[in-house]
């Protein structure tokens, strides 16, 4: 399964930092997004994009993971020679990380 | 004459997302939108570093390029309901933007139209020659010498309150952070006070959710396969209902495409955020982790729960300078073998340039259609493209050198692979944004008014 399927992302951009966010489409995956979706599988998907490190915040409140990739726009989007300058496809590379079956259906939702 | 409507609600729409954004769903918001307040935000990072630029050749010059298309576009309706415009479009200069609309509101009579101008956020004088250093080299600005373009303090919201209460109309601002365009008129509204920091916090949410404009009604959130939005090509832009103590239903004119439901809201809230803890204002530390959204009904989604700590200590100044120049070259391979013929135009250009020592700090070289926006971690989805465009693009200390690369992608016309059509070149100087820090004391903003009799 793709990481598509259940989630969006949406990509920002701050200098020379971008920051992706993953929202579980509905909210009962974000616990599977939690345990699934790390700053080192992250880190690993994006291979030499990202020449900083990467921070994960977790936003339970609204289902959803901000990754915060430093170094990852070609020294800051007005100096880069990238042709997307300012990371907005990167959100889209994220979408295409290949996830487990979840185990059995969802759980139902919590009052 | 305009007056405020007296309603529960305060109603702000938002106008524009950047500086070249659609004008007629403005147009929508000033006509159907029952606003209070209609805001543009236009100013990306390097777009006053471009706007110092052209005052520097004219004094009159340096604000925004649509300003007037945009104000001549929503005005009369903003005048006919009791709307009142706030808009950062002053970019390098906000008094010849107000000076060039009062020109504007002369010719068309729009007698007792009250214009003001927030200056402030220039401070370029005071940092030139400084030894404030920049975040991203940590050299000091005054190292950058006569590179240094401009610099421009990031204001809140409290000037441009000040323009609220001396009654203006339009209110024309330079740098202002974006959310505190849209804070101004809620601080203003609800009387609320520069230490009710929970309040300023969820003014904020708002300001965020609304400051991108359709990209909380379903721009930059489409997808035909997974996430369907109706009617892009009318997409409504956003408004939202505040109530008193800050909660806002974030919603759009009726019959506009896009969409507002929780999903486009959750992913506008966390745009351009590190810490969602911890967003940082000139008004405020906002704190976006206890901010929940609830659908009341179609495209009418409820966002409360912003909070706040105590403001930074200091403002955050985008340095802009010159720093060498980009050349760049395209050109298309199609067909079979298209991918290997590209390759062999990408290594030529580079054969070349090493041959010619052209003296590149940086060059990128790629095929649009297979590595140019992912690199090698883009991993191919299925067969190989028919078509490919080549781009080489480098960073250069001279326009000259920066010229060659171009120069040298064109010809390959004649001098590279089969069957090369399509080929552009370009040079531009490289206009960098550093960030430094500057004591509030030394960035006072004046509100200057004027009446169009």
Redesign the interface.
Known sequence: MKLRQIALARSGDKGDIANLAVIALDERDYPFLVEQVTSARVRTHFGGIVRGEVVRYECPNVGALNFVLHGALGGGVTRSLALDAHGKSLSSLLLDLDLPERAGPLPEASA | MITRRDTASLRIGCGAGFSGDRIDPAVILATRGKLDWLVFECLA??TIALAQQARSQDPEAGYDPLLVERIEAVLPACRANGTRIITNMGAANPRAAAARIARLARERGWHGLKIAAVTGDDVLATVTGSEHRL??TGGQVAALGSQLVSANAYLGAAPVVEAIAQGAHLIITGRVADPALFLAPQVAAFGWRWDDWNALGQGTVVGHLLECAGQVTGG??A?PE??PVPGLANLGFPLAEVRPDGAAVITKVPDTGGRVTT?TC???????????AAYLTPDVVAD??????TETGADRVVAR?GAGRQRPDSLKVSVGYR?GF?GEGQISYAGPGAVARGRLALKIVDERLRQMQVPCD???S?L?GVD????????P?GAEPSEVRV?V???TTTAAAARKIGAEVEALYTNGPAGGGGAVKSVRE????G?TFIRRELVPCSVHCEVIP
Not at chain 2, 266 to 276: F, G, S, V
Not at chain 2, 372 to 379: E, I, P
Request: charge should be neutral; glycine fraction near 10%.
């Open positions: 990072e390097r975040l991203e930059y959130f997808d997974t996430l999903l959750k992913a506008q809230l966390l745009y351009e955020l590190h810490d969602p976006f982790s206890g901010v929940r959204f729960g720093d980009v940086e060059l990128r790629e649009i140019a926006l992912h690199g090698r971690a883009g991993r989805v781009r693009a480098g960073r490289v206009l960098a944004i960030t």
